[in-house]
């Protein structure tokens, strides 16, 4: 329904003759043009009322000498699919009981039906993620991405489809003295689906060094070949480390365009995609 249903009707003769083609009893809105080759086209874009089964339209092949053969095909016309979606339900398990905030949620999956949600909790500070392995229909007990305080923004995750998964967000957590008190942008990473993280570390490596000025609205993504790229504001420009060894260490930021792209306070974050070929 909606869609156009075209297809070519052929016929030859044994003594290569001309043929001639025409259809009898075509749906309202249906035309068939015969191209004069021994070729006819059917077009048609039946509608809602069109719905069920079509036996009746049937093309004719005339030769020169009036001899005729028919054909009558079956033609169906369903509803075209419709996407379907189950009513909302409570992801974090711990959601009739707790009393707390949790909002912007993301979400990365591995393609082997493995999902992991990470958000944040403004009143907790806290980065949880929880892990479905069955492609959403159940789902983990939370678990702490990051347990310091001084979490900020709510975080995002990637996945490389090869066990390993990587969340980063922005923090002013000075993680006991070795990075500033500024906000940071830190990462953490699972090689369980989601079970367990690895401590918070920054990601921009001037995170001690930096004279104070705040890092902020991180984004991750990965092209499963082993290349990890994080950006991220800082004052008022976009900066991008690099990973190759899957966020175990990252590169020093720079300047996204030489410096030429410039934010504002209430600029987006920026948003990262890729190919999976290197772009």
């Known amino acids: 329904v909606g869609e156009i249903l075209e297809f070519t009707v052929m016929a030859t003769d044994p003594e290569d003759a001309g043929v001639m083609l025409s259809a009898t009893n075509l749906p309202d809105g249906a035309t068939f043009l015969d191209n004069n080759d021994g070729t006819g086209t059917f077009t048609w874009t039946p509608g809602a009322a069109d719905i069920g089964i079509f036996t009746s339209v049937t093309f004719t092949a005339e030769d020169d000498a009036a001899q005729t053969d028919s054909l009558s095909p079956v ?5 075209a699919p419709k996407l379907v979606f ?7 398990t711990t959601g009739a009981t707790d009393d707390i905030i949790e ?13 992991v949600a990470v958000w944040y909790s403004p009143d907790t500070e806290l980065i949880s993620a929880a892990l479905s392995s069955d492609n959403g229909m159940t789902w983990s007990d939370p678990a702490a991405v990051s347990a310091i305080d001084g979490n900020l923004e709510a975080p995002q995750i990637a996945t490389d489809r090869e066990g390993n998964w990587i969340a980063v967000w922005s923090s002013s957590n000075n993680l006991g003295d070795t990075i500033g008190d500024d906000l940071d942008i830190l990462y953490s990473k699972s090689i369980n689906n989601g079970l367990s993280w690895t401590d918070p570390a920054p990601v921009n490596t001037d995170a001690g060094s930096d004279g ?9 993504e990965t092209d499963a070949n082993g290349v990890w790229v994080a950006t991220w504001f800082k004052g008022m420009q976009v900066f991008v480390a690099r990973s ?32 999976g070929a290197g772009h």
């Open 75 to 79: 033609i169906f016309v369903e509803e």
């Open 86 to 92: 189950s009513a909302p339900e409570v992801l974090n």
């Open 103 to 115: 909002y912007r949620p993301d979400l990365a999956n591995d393609g082997a039906g493995n999902w």
């Open 212 to 220: 104070g000025v705040d890092d902020r609205g991180a984004n991750v």
């Open 244 to 275: 190759t060894d899957a966020g175990d260490s990252w590169a020093d930021p720079t300047l996204l365009g030489n410096g030429f792209v410039e934010t504002f306070p209430d600029t987006p974050a920026p948003r990262l995609a890729t190919d």
